[in-house]
């Protein structure tokens, strides 16, 4: 059995602490078991491990996204990359290539789909391991998990059971219809009819997956796939292969299971009200403060409410109203202005825009211990590097060199640079140009090793 975690979204539905490449499962609000700060991505992949199923998972995920997986879950990981986001449905049938013609699967191996930040017991993996048996005991197209719901929520989507299937001695349920957010007491009555919440798990045989792209003439080698992988239509898994599968199952999952996608709703799991520098007092009840900024955030009578600011920007919100951010922020362009990248994490300290046209824009760029920076080189921009603290190697176009704290580098558009930790290093990086922005890096090697040997040639 295969599992294949998807790692998508805009960054919006908790802006301002998400944006393009720190989505809502790289945020750390949560606590691991040890009280340290921990993302949903974090937690899930603990758990996968912990089920004993990490060996056998990938992440298909989006180019922004990589570095932050890469930085919180380490660089062994191995991750599916969409040339350009699109939907569920491009995202899983360039995973299924992957693991058909790159891992050499095998076609009769069942594929688990699932989100990468479901709020769960350890024991929902375990149960995953069961939607193998269900499939081969079935014979169904596909095998989804649905979770007994413990309220009518109208926040989910609901699976609705085959009320014709009466048999009692067997794991799982056909599945009849589908029902996206009803309302209250349409829920009430599904789930008087045994419905259960979709929670977005699924299994299928790789072969099922296969042959449809074959049916629909798509590449079914993964690289050909990724050239011709904007033919394939924006649209969900669910919309393109789930309805209109003609026999589906489900297996029925009794536990705590939420999706903490909205203020609201991961608040609820967020232990202290005030995160970062601040103060909540007077009357307030159910209100939470999340600082990512040096600045203290004073709060007082104010109850139900949540306040979370970062470099990009300040969201004061009424908890009920909070899901309503990301229809909000939809059209915003706005640059991340913090990210963290596999060998550390920067900030945008601050940026000016000149009536001619000249950009100026200030980072502080924190480099971890035995950590280094591609070898690389702009075509856009000049950099003026300040080190504030720490010492490491330097290599600017061939040549290596020691640096230390108080050292200023100039490395001007078109020079071959990198840059190794050997204690953690912070530097303060001004850039110019007429265009600065993160895609302007050309890079030619990650390995440090290899960039060593690049160098000596």
């Known amino acids: 059995m295969k599992i294949v975690l998807l790692s998508g979204g805009s960054g919006k539905r908790l802006w301002p602490l998400s944006n393009e490449s720190r989505s809502k499962q790289f945020l750390k609000v949560l606590k691991n078991v040890e009280g340290k700060p921990e993302s949903m991505v974090q937690r899930v992949w603990r758990q996968i491990s912990n089920a004993g199923l990490q060996e056998h998972a990938y992440i298909a995920t989006s180019k922004p996204q990589v570095e932050m997986i890469h930085s919180q879950l380490g660089s062994d990981i191995d991750v599916i990359v969409e040339p350009e986001r699109r939907d569920t449905f491009p995202a899983i049938a360039l995973a299924a290539t992957y693991l058909y013609s790159i891992q050499g699967v095998s076609l009769n191996e069942t594929v688990v789909v699932m989100p990468v930040d479901p709020y769960v017991d350890e024991s929902f993996f375990h149960k995953t391991k069961e939607l193998e048996l ?32 009466t048999r009692a001695d067997k794991p799982f349920v056909s599945v009849n219809s589908f029902k996206e957010k009803p309302r209250e007491e349409e829920a009430a009555a599904m789930i008087e009819q045994a419905a259960l919440w979709n929670c977005g798990v699924f299994a299928f045989k790789l072969d099922f997956l296969i042959n449809i792209l074959i049916a629909h ?8 796939m990724l050239k011709q992988y904007g033919r394939l239509p924006k649209i969900s898994f669910d919309y393109e292969i789930v309805e209109r599968s003609n026999h589906i199952v489900a297996l029925p999952y009794e536990g705590d299971w939420k999706d903490l996608g909205t203020w609201n709703t ?5 232990e202290t009200a005030l995160t970062g520098k601040g103060i909540i007092a007077g009357d307030s009840h159910n209100t939470h403060v999340i600082n990512e900024l040096d600045i203290p955030i004073t709060l007082l009578n104010l ?4 306040v979370a600011a970062s470099p990009d920007g300040i969201l004061v919100s009424d908890k009920s109203s909070s899901p309503m951010i990301k229809e909000v922020m939809k059209h915003s362009d706005q640059r991340p202005m913090y990210e963290e990248r596999r060998w550390g994490r920067y900030r945008v300290l601050d940026y000016l825009k000149y009536p001619d046209g000249k950009e100026v824009l200030t980072k502080r760029i924190c480099v971890a211990p035995g950590q280094n920076l591609s070898y690389q080189y ?3 921009r000049d950099e003026v590097w300040t080190i504030v603290s720490g010492h490491g190697e330097m290599v600017l176009n061939g040549k290596s060199f020691a640096v230390k704290a108080g050292d200023v580098l100039i ?21 110019t140009g007429t265009e600065l922005i993160e895609e302007d890096i050309v890079r030619l090697a990650f390995d440090w090793n290899e960039i060593m040997q690049i160098c000596s040639v």
């Open 134 to 165: 269900v499939l081969n005991e079935s014979g169904a197209d596909l095998a989804l998990m649905g979770v007994k719901p413990t309220f009518p929520s109208e926040k989910y989507g609901y699976i609705v059971p085959d009320n014709d299937d």
């Open 217 to 224: 003439e798509y590449p079914i080698q993964y690289d050909e």
């Open 266 to 270: 991961l608040t609820e799991e967020i």
């Open 303 to 306: 109850s139900n409410v949540i």
């Open 378 to 380: 702009h075509l856009l």
């Open 411 to 431: 490395i001007s558009k078109d020079s071959k640079h990198s840059l190794r930790a050997e204690t953690e290093m912070d530097i303060i990086e001004v850039q």
